[in-house]
T-cell receptor, first 114, second 111 residues
Framework: NAGVTQTPKFQVLKTGQSMTLQCAQD?????MYWYRQDPGMGLRLIYY???????DKGEVPNGYNVSRLNKREFSLRLESAAPSQTSVYFC?????????????FGSGTRLTVV | GNSVTQMEGPVTLSEEAFLTINCTYT??????LFWYVQYPGEGLQLLLK?????DKGSNKGFEATYRKETTSFHLEKGSVQVSDSAVYFC??????????FGAGTRLTVKP
């Protein structure tokens, strides 16, 4: 029962480098999300995908792009990494959109930009 | 806008002590409310939820009641264990794709 799988678990980038964070879920969920977690700030939504074929900006989208590759997979891309993007990134999924649905989270990617 | 405020930590308790973690919210209308738990090195896990006023969510001995009159959703457990040591997040969802999280409260339970 894998749930939400994120890769890689850890990454160090130099300023200006690019990378893609991968996320896959095996629960047949329709909606997927990318959050970043910073100390003392809780989680902030970067981008989300309400359903396959759609993506929308969240609270902090600048410097990121996303792709909903299929129903299972939702990737997050940093085109030109900056030290301010040092954070822990979480992918999540939910059965559908709507305020009553809880989220299932992956175990996170710890990214350091130097 | 919609937001959640939870008590600052860290909270340190002895095993079998009573736990309360306060959470209050600001929202238009009637949001759904959630508690998530994050164990070290892991992602958040849904602990419990309540979708309307006066609902009580419960799971693994934890409880929280949706109080509309005080805009609160405090997390309680009657007797904590060492294994409950984690970070607890209160969250609300008012409309689609807008889950808002509090800053988290770290709980440490000592034997």
């Amino acid at each position: 029962n894998a749930g939400v799988t994120q890769t890689p678990k850890f990454q160090v980038l130099k300023t200006g480098q690019s990378m893609t964070l991968q996320c896959a879920q095996d629960m047949n969920h329709n909606s997927m999300y990318w959050y970043r977690q910073d100390p003392g700030m809780g989680l902030r939504l970067i981008y989300y995908s309400a359903s396959e074929g759609t993506t929308d900006k969240g609270e902090v989208p600048n410097g990121y792009n996303v792709s909903r590759l299929n129903k299972r997979e939702f990737s997050l891309r940093l085109e030109s990494a900056a030290p301010s993007q040092t954070s822990v990134y979480f992918c999540a999924s939910s059965e559908a959109t709507g305020p009553n649905y809880g989220y299932t989270f992956g175990s996170g990617t710890r990214l350091t930009v130097v | 806008g919609n937001s959640v405020t939870q008590m600052e930590g860290p909270v340190t308790l002895s095993e079998e002590a009573f736990l309360t973690i306060n959470c209050t919210y600001t929202a238009t209308g009637y949001p759904s409310l959630f508690w998530y738990v994050q164990y070290p090195g892991e992602g958040l896990q849904l602990l419990l939820k309540a979708t309307k006023a006066d609902d009580k969510g419960s799971n693994k001995g934890f409880e929280a009641t949706y109080r509309k009159e005080t805009t609160s959703f405090h997390l309680e457990k009657g007797s904590v264990q060492v294994s409950d040591s984690a970070v607890y997040f209160c969250a609300l969802s008012r409309v689609n794709n807008d889950m808002r999280f509090g800053a988290g409260t770290r709980l440490t339970v000592k034997p």
